[in-house]
């Protein structure tokens, strides 16, 4: 699952990062404000949402995401009940905010802390082809 804004570069950035490592994973996207005034409230919403599915309909893992800004654009990721909302999530929760030196509530909450948007897509799936080749190497090694 994806809570991100779709106008976002890292809305972008993450598909085309999981797409080179796996492509084909499915994503369900719920477009979210990811700063302002409804950014709190549609993040809030979006785990609502992600949570409440029925068991076999969730994802495997829900990845909240923006790109950097200043500490102002940052706000609804340091938001308390936003930061609540990725602690008491059921589905385990990256959050890929900002840029590396970039750090948000969020981030303490989460299961796993990714430091950019494309480092979240990075640690949501493996590199196809490092498994393709550890596959074919141990392939080799059975019929040696």
């Not at 893992?61 to 950097?68: E, F, H, N």
């Amino acid at each position: 699952g994806l809570i991100t804004s779709s106008e976002a570069a890292a809305y972008g950035d993450f598909l085309r990062i999981l797409n080179n490592r796996w492509s084909g994973a499915v994503v369900v996207h719920i477009p979210v404000h990811v700063q302002g005034q409804h950014a709190v409230t549609e993040i809030l919403s979006a785990f609502d949402q992600m949570n409440t599915l029925p068991t076999d309909q969730r994802p495997e893992v829900l990845v909240l995401t923006r790109g950097g800004g200043s500490l102002e654009d940052l706000h609804a990721f340091n938001s308390e009940a936003v930061a609540r909302a990725v602690y008491k999530s059921v589905i385990p929760v990256v959050v890929g905010v900002g840029h590396e030196r970039d750090e948000s509530l969020c981030d303490f909450t989460a299961d796993v802390r990714a430091s950019t948007p494309s480092n979240a897509a990075e640690r949501v799936v493996p590199d196809k082809n490092a498994i393709e080749a550890m596959l074919a190497m141990s392939t080799e090694r059975m019929h040696d």
